[in-house]
């Protein structure tokens, strides 16, 4: 029997990775509202149920100062207030999350990592293995037989997966390690002082030799460089504070109950209503799709279908268990293959993602087809750079214009005007 798996969301941190990485200007609603870090917290966490099926998730939250401000007042002190405008999105994320029947995880005077680390080291307790979804690296001492890292790389939508294996090819290090090499090199971003004069190469260096910053300082006359020697006597106490701090703490005072974090079903209307006021209509078709009722059905993408073509043409679909399938259309062989499979079928559906409700000032940013319920394929054309790889506008619509003028193929779209109206206009 395969492994159980159990998914831990790093909030904060999959929050502020978003919000410096797409572009606000692309994601706001009608009425001004800001959701790039609600998107990219939400498009991470619908990818993550899809590529890895876990069986159990939750997500932990920082709450406040810990015991590291405490400890070192300037710990992060140099970090400028939330900006107010990721503060509201955090409730928004938090309204998602709630939708999803995920459980959140907090502890007063402790970080989200150390939430992360405390679950994590349980789960392994109870034979299960944890991936840990977070927006930065500061997890990843926390990789082990039993736990794996996903971040982003400088995309926030390219991801990789960190194990033991991924940490030794970066690093030159054990997973470990990386406690110790923050303590020798430092970390700005969290005001961790370091040892001043132990660069990057250095400290990877007298880590692969003797193991640990303690056997460090263990074999100190056995350092062959006086300016290094000097450095490391000089710095002993900010480089075992630095390690202190750096260190993320797996003794949390709260219990993993595994039942309470088992993935199950959603309220799809309540989650739906909330996605569709975010006016993240590319999501919808990515949601896992509920169980289907009994009796013919329409074919659609959202809702009700607004039809182009007569009503007799509409394809009924029998009841059936339908395993969700999406597809990003980002190659020349994708949309080769998508072509040909609209041109075989009697009818599609269609949506456009667009950046206003004005079809005549609208960009286009992508594009969503689907032939059949549980399956969709979607063409981004519009994203902001750093968004993942796409094809050029004119190439899309180039391919897709011959059937897209074919009468024999119906066409069936939820507000068919207004698509039609921006496809005209963008040739």
Do not use: W
Not at 248 to 263: G, H, K, Q
């Amino acid at each position: 029997m395969a492994n159980r798996k159990l998914v831990l969301i790093d909030g904060h941190a999959l929050a502020y990775r978003a919000y410096h990485a797409l572009r606000p200007d692309s994601f706001s609603t009608r009425q001004g509202e800001l959701t790039n870090a609600v998107y990219g917290f939400t498009s991470m966490l619908l990818a993550v149920l899809r590529d890895e099926r876990p069986d159990y998730i939750a997500v932990a939250f920082d709450v406040g100062p810990t015991f590291r401000h405490e400890e070192y007042p300037p710990y992060k002190a140099h970090r400028e207030a939330m900006p107010e405008e990721l503060a509201t999105q955090l409730q928004r994320i938090n309204e998602v999350v709630e939708a999803f029947n995920i459980p959140v995880f907090t502890a007063e005077g402790y970080e989200a990592d150390d939430v992360l680390g405390a679950l994590a080291r349980q789960a392994a307790q109870q034979g299960v293995e944890t991936l840990i979804v977070t927006g930065d690296t500061d997890a990843f001492q926390l990789i082990d037989d039993h736990t794996r890292v996903l971040t982003s790389r400088r995309r926030y939508s390219d991801t990789v997966i960190y194990d033991e294996a991924g940490i030794q090819e970066r690093y030159g290090l054990k997973p470990r390690q990386i406690i110790d090499y923050k303590a020798l090199v430092g970390d700005s971003s969290d005001n961790i002082p370091g040892v001043r004069g132990v660069g990057k190469k250095t400290a990877t260096r007298l880590l692969q030799k003797y193991g640990s910053l303690e056997a460090i300082y263990d074999h100190l006359d056995e350092i062959e460089s006086p300016r290094f020697r000097k450095a490391l006597e000089e710095g002993r106490d900010e480089a075992f504070l630095s390690k202190h701090l750096a260190t993320i703490v797996t003794d949390v005072p709260l219990e993993l109950d595994l039942e309470a974090c088992r993935v199950a079903q959603y309220d799809h209307d309540r989650v739906t209503a909330l996605f569709r006021e975010l006016e993240f209509r590319s999501l919808l078709e990515r949601l896992p799709q509920p169980r289907q009722p009994e009796g013919p059905q329409q074919l659609a993408l959202f809702g009700e279908v607004e039809a182009v073509a007569p009503k007799s043409q509409i394809p009924n679909l029998k009841s059936q268990t339908v395993v969700a399938g999406y597809r990003t259309v980002d190659s020349q062989e994708a949309l080769e293959e998508l072509v040909e499979e609209l041109s075989r079928s009697p009818a599609f559906a269609l949506d456009t993602e667009t950046t206003s409700t004005d079809a005549m000032a609208a960009d286009l940013v992508g594009i969503a087809v689907t032939t059949r319920a549980g399956q969709a394929h979607y063409i981004p054309v519009g994203h902001a750079p750093g968004m993942g790889s796409q094809l050029p506008l004119g190439y899309v619509l180039d391919k897709l214009r011959p059937v897209l003028e074919d009468a024999s193929v119906a066409k069936y779209a939820h507000n068919a005007r207004y698509d039609f109206t921006v496809l005209v206009r963008h040739g």
